[in-house]
């Protein structure tokens, strides 16, 4: 892979990081594919951009105050991405929430085609306050 290419596939996340931290739903909507795929912890994968922006107008109500702060890039040789990410939030009950994770990209034309997240879930629920410590 150019070191054109992978800068390309880098700005593709950067878009999607960039709308989530801002609260822009539609450009974080068109950023996927319109098939894409989103695959987020504890749930069954969501499918189309609807569905994705739906989810995410949930998930960034829910968390007024928010960042995720990527601390390093990766780059597949096929020209997909992964993130590693440090998140910190509050949430409308105000629960301080701060994890790390990792996002993988999978990139096709220029779009998310599927966007898989990983964190350790068990410690966010706690953090949320909807499991017990």
Known sequence: MTQAAATDAIAIA???????NETRL???ARVFA???VLHFPVLA??????????????????YPRRYDDVTQWFISEQGNVAAYIHFEGQ???????????VDVFTLRDGMIQQLQIFYDSIKVQQMVGTLPK
């Open 14 to 20: 950067k878009r999607y990081f960039s709308a989530v």
């Open 26 to 28: 539609d450009d974080l």
């Open 34 to 36: 319109t098939d894409g």
């Open 45 to 62: 994968p969501l499918h189309g951009r609807e569905a994705i922006r739906n989810f995410y107008a949930g998930v960034l109500e829910f």
């Open 91 to 101: 949430t409308q009950t105000g629960n301080d929430v701060v994890f790390d994770a």
